[in-house]
């Protein structure tokens, strides 16, 4: 029984150093060759500090007021909410490796084109995919953290994930 109780004791620091390593790294592994964090990490710093700059663009880049950095902001929350819409409707997990990568692109490009652009037109569709793009990537990782990691992991895992999106606002 002693020698029973001490290999279990010994078997759970063995997981809890394995976790606290895993945990250690900037890196989760998720599922086979899905590395999620680092790509929350760089959309969190490069994508989303687009948002205070919106009164600037509004008024010296499309020569506008409120209203237009309200079309500005509502365009973008229009894009996240029909991101948010498309990945609820999905029927499982399968596949979001896919859409996590499109969506981080797609970020990235729309974002270009809006830094980029002086037509307003082109800007509210541009940043309409940007809050597309950025939920749908992000919300993807949360989904599969969400399903795939072990129960015991899912808190630390999901305040890794939290601290690395919003931990740039």
Sequence with gaps: AYQRGREARLQTIDQQRSAIRELSTPVIEVWDRVLCLPVVGVIAFT?????????????????????????????SGLGGCIGLLTLASRPDVRGLSRWIVGGAVGTG?????????????????????????????????????????????????????????????
Excluded: C, E, N
């Design 47 to 75: 994508a989303t500090p687009y948002q205070p700059l919106m009164p600037v663009f509004a008024d010296k880049v499309f020569g506008g007021g409120p209203q237009t950095l309200g079309w500005l902001l509502g365009a």
């Design 109 to 169: 490009v729309s974002l270009a084109v809006f830094a980029h652009s002086t037509s307003l037109p082109l800007s509210l569709v541009a940043i309409a995919v940007t809050g597309f793009s950025l939920i749908l990537s992000a919300m993807s990782i949360s989904t599969i953290f969400q399903t795939i990691v072990a129960d015991h992991m899912r808190g630390r895992v999901m305040g890794f994930f939290t601290m690395a999106f919003l931990g740039l606002h």
